[in-house]
């Protein structure tokens, strides 16, 4: 194990947050190697943890300035051992190599136990939508496909939507996709309704942040009835799961951007929930807005001098961050355990550090890890692929359903294999575990390719 760790971060030294997807991910699996010798043998941790193929490329854009732009467009093809590559694209500043094989690496895991036939991958651009015109982020995406398109497929690799790449560029994406191979397919999910998308695709991954809570809850014999809860984000994960968790019953008292947060002690209802949905998917507004119309609410800004956050820093019973990784360091896991936390379901990919969740495995709370709890987003998108190629669409209460029970099967699996190998609870270790043995497997059925 130390000798991949120490292979890996040589290779490519920069890449932190792709070497903490893959430590953690080891650290789960070891029992799994000791078990089988033949994995070692056939050196499946160096092959998995190794890109298929990585696409690295220029996207040049001009603003409505005339000023011609040069951002960097990515794609990393992880793994296509149980079907094609699938995974969202990130439009964001932060982009990197790192950030993207972090993402499809985590994918990879995700996409198995999700119990539908897709590989992992993932991709995006350092190209920042905000602030710029409909038109510029039309011809960034249009850009962005003119060289995507021939890397992609709907029997190859599905892109999404991830952060910064919601339903207006998914549109652009398409477009210019459809324009370019002269065919209307299923090559992208998270579609518009009218043009081949699935009902709850965007509603997905913060509702299946919020089952997989429930799954949690109920094997404590509880619920999220007048649980008070704190959210991270107000984008499209953070959104549903608020939603979500209203309809349960539970009250949410937060929300946030990269810029600050909301404490809002009446809780977000419905009415609210409204609100930042058009502040910030339609007038693209920031969220300490929220406070001019609610005044009773707080708004704290970020201030980056402080090494922790304070928004975790608020008496709760049950959190969800649902904004980016790394969200909640050591000091925030402290503060969530001292407030009397006892759930933590991540609708963020990667969002608490590992000592952040050593903290949380040492107190026994309620853990569900983004592979496994983020899992309902692309496993509608499976279903939206699945619709696109019978060219049906089901009704909304059958794609929920699907949804709930593939988010009950998800939560099973990592019990019983967090069972299996000696760590009873334990879902991030179930989740690494169930989701690398079925992977690993059919690589080997494959052959070395
Ligand atoms: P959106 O772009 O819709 O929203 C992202 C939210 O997070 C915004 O509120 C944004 O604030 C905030 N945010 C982004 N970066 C930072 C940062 N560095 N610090 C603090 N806040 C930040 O993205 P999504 O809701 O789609 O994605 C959120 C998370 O969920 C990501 O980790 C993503 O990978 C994960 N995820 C998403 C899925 C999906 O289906 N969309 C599926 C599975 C996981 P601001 O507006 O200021 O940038």
């Not at 500043?93 to 094989?101: A, D, F, Q, R, Y």
């Not at 043009?195 to 942040?209: D, H, K, N, Q, V």
């Not at 619920?223 to 107000?234: A, F, I, M, P």
Request: with cysteine; hydrophobic share 40%.
């Amino acid at each position: 194990m130390d000798k991949i760790m120490n292979t890996i971060t040589a290779r490519d030294p920069e890449q932190r947050e792709f070497h903490q997807a893959v430590q953690e991910v080891l650290d789960s699996v070891k029992p799994v190697l000791d078990r089988n010798p033949e994995y070692r043998h056939q050196a499946v941790l160096d092959r998995i943890t190794e890109p298929e193929r990585v696409i690295l490329f220029r996207v040049p854009w001009m603003d409505d300035d005339a000023q011609v732009h040069v951002n960097r467009g990515f794609r990393v093809e992880m793994n296509s051992a149980i079907g094609p590559y699938k995974g969202g694209l990130r439009f964001h500043p932060s982009v990197n190599l790192g950030i993207i094989k972090f993402l499809a690496f985590e994918q990879v895991f995700k996409n198995s136990l999700t119990t539908l036939a897709m590989g992992g991958g993932k991709g995006g651009s350092d190209f920042n939508p905000k602030g710029k015109s409909d038109g510029e982020v039309m011809r960034f995406c249009q850009s962005f496909m003119a060289e995507l398109f021939r890397h992609i497929g709907p029997n190859t690799d599905v892109p999404a939507g991830d952060i910064g790449v919601g339903a207006r560029e998914i549109g652009f994406l398409f477009g210019m996709y459809k324009k370019l191979r002269n065919e209307f397919t299923g090559v992208l999910t998270g579609k518009s309704l009218a043009w081949g998308g699935s009902l709850i695709r965007p509603e997905a991954t913060g509702y299946g942040a919020v089952y997989f809570a429930l799954e949690m809850l109920a094997t404590k014999g509880k619920s999220l009835e007048d649980k008070v809860c704190l959210v991270s984000g107000s984008g499209n994960v953070a959104q549903f799961a608020v939603e979500k968790i209203i309809a349960e019953g539970g009250k949410v008292v937060t929300v946030s951007d990269s810029s600050g947060y909301v404490y809002d002690e009446q809780g977000i209802d419905e009415e609210k929930l409204a609100v930042i949905k058009e502040l910030k998917n339609l007038r693209r507004g920031r969220i300490y807005e929220y406070v001019e119309q609610y005044p009773e609410a707080v708004y704290t800004q970020v201030d980056p001098a402080l090494d922790y956050n304070p928004l975790w820093d608020n008496q709760a019973d049950c959190c969800f961050p649902c904004a980016t990784q790394n969200e909640i360091n050591a000091k925030d896991g402290s503060h969530l355990v001292n407030n009397g936390v006892g759930l933590v379901s991540e609708g963020a990919n990667m969002p608490c550090t590992p000592e952040a969740v050593d903290l949380f495995l040492d107190h026994h709370l309620l853990y569900g890890p983004g592979k496994a709890a983020n899992a309902g987003g692309v496993a509608v998108s499976g279903l939206e692929m699945a619709q696109n190629s019978m060219r049906l669409s089901w009704p909304r209460e059958e794609v929920d359903s699907r949804l709930r029970q593939i988010m009950k099967s998800i939560h099973r699996t990592c019990l019983d294999a967090a069972d299996e190998y000696g760590v009873p609870g334990n879902y991030m270790a179930g989740a690494n575990i169930a989701g690398f043995v079925k992977v690993v497997n059919a690589m080997l059925d494959q052959g070395l390719v």
